[in-house]
């Protein structure tokens, strides 16, 4: 979940954006790419959203789901912890009816996203997940596309739409900017905020560590509710999701990712340059749309602290109505039409 949290306590934001239903005519398509001779379909099968691809790219093995016409205006979707790609599956047919080749993937330590070589180091911190993303552009043949995604998918979103601008047509990202570094990691947050990040220290301990490893599916669970307090999500929706962390990088890679973010561990000498361009907090020029939900129960920045960082066409919208951290699957029609909307001004 994001880093930054603001010292003052949340306060819901008035006079939300309602979003409208209104249907865009597609943009028009691409020149199909050709597809990448390591393509193919995984073992597991169907999703409920499609069938899961896996192709080579960077130090991944990378499961994906690839829907909508081939030569359409690519969106990516991101997701975080502890949810999966089935965080967009309502989302996700809203855009490829407009016309849109939808990508999701699942992150490093995530569902059959595997690595290559067994002494890769399970690496966690922001920039070696943005660079798996951008090997995956690679690897498919993807010049530029809207990124959008939530907690650790909006993060790697700006990352993204920070060090290459150049590969981002339009961005949405719930929970605004969440660029981060361990410098600011190691700040102390006044006692209420610190109380909101429990499981960041639980996880700095070999106790917390082995708790997660034996109990993933039930801490994961906790989150979901504490971070979505009014989302009444039942067992099947949760465990579609769960079988995820089943991967066996799972656990290396979420406690890497808070421990890094701490200064606990150190990152990789190949991510030190991004991480310290990351760390003066650049701004993010693409077109952009930020989005908060009026019940986010995770650790959240105010969206007054960082609409200065957008420096290109922006707005924020605020989706009432009881919406937890998890937008994208509480609020499909409201992340859906976002990326609709932000699309046209790219």
Do not use: C
């Not at 998918?153 to 700006?158: D, I, L, Q």
Request: aromatic fraction near 10%; glycine fraction near 10%; hydrophobic fraction near 40%.
């Amino acid at each position: 979940m994001s880093k930054q949290v603001s010292r003052s306590r949340r306060t819901i934001l008035g006079a939300a954006a309602l979003l409208i239903a209104t249907r865009f005519n597609p943009i028009s398509k691409a020149a199909a790419e050709p597809v990448p001779a390591n393509l193919h379909e995984a073992k597991s099968g169907n999703t409920g959203m499609g069938p899961v691809k896996q192709v080579n790219a960077g130090l991944l093995n990378v499961g994906f789901v690839d829907s909508g016409p081939t030569g359409g205006p690519v969106v990516i979707l991101l997701h975080g912890w502890p949810y999966d790609i089935h965080s967009f599956a309502d989302a996700a047919p809203m855009l490829t009816e407009h016309g849109y080749r939808v990508i999701i993937p699942y992150v490093r330590g995530y569902g059959s996203t595997r690595f290559l070589s067994e002494t890769t180091i399970r690496n966690g911190q922001p920039a070696a997940l943005a660079v798996d993303t951008i090997e995956l552009m690679d690897a498919l043949g993807i010049e530029k596309a809207i990124v959008a995604g939530f907690d650790w998918g909006a993060r790697t979103a700006n990352v993204i739409a920070a060090l290459w601008p150049e590969r981002v047509r339009a961005m949405v990202s719930v929970s605004g900017y969440l660029i981060g570094s361990q410098q600011a990691g190691r700040m102390p947050l006044l006692p209420g905020a610190e109380l909101q990040w429990w499981y960041e220290f639980y996880f700095a301990t070999e106790r917390g560590r082995a708790g997660y490893d034996m109990y993933r599916k039930e801490f994961s669970k906790l989150i979901w509710k504490l971070a979505s307090p009014k989302w009444s999500f039942d067992d099947a929706t949760f465990e579609r999701s769960a079988r995820s962390f089943d991967n066996p990088d799972h656990v290396d890679i979420v406690i890497h990712n808070y421990r890094w973010r701490l200064g606990l561990v150190d990152g990789e000498p190949r991510y030190e340059d991004l991480e310290s361009r990351l760390a003066k907090g650049p701004s993010i020029g693409v077109p952009t749309i930020t989005m908060e939900g009026d019940a986010n129960g995770a650790p959240h920045p105010e969206p007054a602290d960082y609409a200065k960082k957008f420096t290109g066409r922006y707005s924020h919208r605020t989706i009432m109505g009881g919406v937890g951290h998890n937008l994208p699957q509480e609020a499909p029609r409201a992340f859906a039409q976002a990326i609709l909307d932000v699309a046209q001004q790219a």
